[in-house]
T-cell receptor, first 111, second 117 residues
Framework: GDSVTQMEGPVTLSEEAFLTINCTYT??????LFWYVQYPGEGLQLLLK?????DKGSNKGFEATYRKETTSFHLEKGSVQVSDSAVYFC??????????FGSGTKLNVKP | GAVVSQHPSRVICKSGTSVKIECRSL??????MFWYRQFPKQSLMLMAT?????????EQGVEKDKFLINHASLTLSTLTVTSAHPEDSSFYIC?????????????FGQGTRLTVV
């Protein structure tokens, strides 16, 4: 079946450090891949998405590339800020309906 | 962007009681809403698909008599955890997608932390 595995957290970085959060997936069809972010007290917000192999999603300095050969969708950012502290969820889905999520990775960025 | 409001954000209840969680789409209509549950250090798992005006569709292993879903209008779905037990303690979150056709984004509520004591 479909599933998503992402690295466990928490991840603690200093401001301006490079971020990578690993995500791999198993899919029965041809899903889109997503990264969602959840700030304290708020709902999940779409951070970026990629709809097919080799697509790169990007937003707010974050990037992720849909790699079919390695079944991965790793999230990266070159220079994190304190305001990036949140929980990040990798997910796959079909037509924005049923999603399969990873367990979430908490990111703490220290000044 | 569109907003999905979930209430309450936190609730503590006694074993054997029932708890209702509301999910509202504030500025769009949603024929379909989704309910997810997350146990500590595990993935968000889809529990059920809530369909306006008809019965919910439950995922395998989810007890439909325990997790009652009502989707009475195009902007409101409710999840009632009946006869709650400590093992039902979890994080519950809903999502909805505007009925505008095409591949539109899904929006999530802020989640409800349920603790059964």
């Amino acid at each position: 079946g479909d599933s998503v595995t992402q690295m466990e957290g928490p991840v603690t970085l200093s401001e301006e450090a490079f971020l990578t959060i690993n995500c791999t997936y198993t899919a029965t069809g041809y899903p889109s891949l997503f990264w969602y972010v959840q700030y304290p007290g708020e709902g999940l917000q779409l951070l970026l998405k990629a709809t097919k192999a080799d697509d790169k999603g990007s937003n707010k300095g974050f990037e992720a590339t849909y790699r079919k050969e390695t079944t991965s969708f790793h999230l990266e950012k070159g220079s994190v800020q304190v305001s990036d502290s949140a929980v990040y969820f990798c997910a796959l889905g079909y037509n924005f309906n049923k999603f399969y999520f990873g367990s979430g990775t908490k990111l703490n960025v220290k000044p | 962007g569109a907003v999905v409001s979930q209430h309450p954000s936190r609730v503590i209840c006694k074993s054997g009681t029932s708890v209702k969680i509301e999910c509202r789409s504030l500025d769009f209509q949603a024929t379909t809403m989704f309910w997810y549950r997350q146990f500590p250090k595990q993935s968000l798992m889809l529990m059920a698909t809530s369909n306006e005006g008809s019965k919910a569709t439950y995922e395998q292993g989810v007890e439909k008599d325990k997790f009652l879903i009502n989707h009475a209008s195009l902007t409101l779905s409710t999840l009632t955890v009946t006869s709650a037990h400590p093992e039902d303690s979890s994080f519950y979150i809903c999502s909805a997608r505007p009925e505008t056709g095409g591949n539109t984004e899904a929006f999530f509520g802020q989640g409800t932390r349920l603790t059964v004591v």
